[in-house]
């Protein structure tokens, strides 16, 4: 639909900043944000915990929890903004799936940056150990992917910004305007 909104999904590897510029978004957008943790079932937070990575069968119901998340925004007409890993292009097809328009944010960044901001926070359930297999695992976001990529070098602030430009949201936060990043059109 037309009308539909334009959700963000604001993806990455474990420590690359997604929460952080996810609540920015959500505060200079003004949109509902929720964040991935919440969707996961206790069995995939006690596995992830315990240093073992998650397979494709523990990430289905959990993407598909967020999929309808996103569609329940929609029927509410309002756009929404989700962080979640969507490390690999079938899993960023179920959150496509949602009603609205889906654009995803990937937050790129140097290995050893990121690791060493895993290594600096404290209270999250996802061990650095398991940072080599989600860069194994990542597959950038294709040409025909809606969305961009930003480097996770800059300040949260930074970041927000060039998002918010990029997709070019700094006029109307609602809809969705068009672009040239990743199959923006």
């Not at 995939?44 to 990430?59: S, V």
Request: hydrophobic letters at 35%; glycine letters at 10%.
């Amino acid at each position: 639909m037309v009308n539909d909104p334009a959700h963000l999904v604001v993806m990455g590897v474990s420590g690359s900043g997604k929460s952080t510029v996810a609540e920015l978004l959500a505060a200079r957008l003004r949109r509902p944000f929720a964040e991935a943790d919440e969707f996961h079932p206790p069995e995939n937070i006690d596995k992830m915990a315990a240093g073992e990575p998650l397979t494709d069968d523990d990430r289905w119901p959990w993407l598909r929890t967020m999929r309808d998340w996103l569609t329940a925004q929609s029927a509410l007409h309002q756009p929404a903004i989700v962080t979640c890993s969507a490390l690999r292009r079938v899993y960023r097809d179920v959150l496509r799936e949602a009603r609205g328009t889906v654009l995803f944010v990937h937050l790129s960044g140097d290995p050893a940056l990121v690791g060493e901001r895993i290594g600096d926070r404290s209270g999250h359930f996802m061990p650095a150990s398991l940072l080599p297999s989600q860069y194994q695992t990542l597959e950038p976001l294709g040409t025909d992917e809606r969305g961009v990529t930003v480097s996770v070098e800059g300040t949260p602030e930074e970041i927000t910004t060039e998002v918010i430009d990029g997709l070019g949201l700094g006029a109307e936060p609602t809809s969705w305007p068009g672009g040239s990043q990743h199959g923006v059109d």
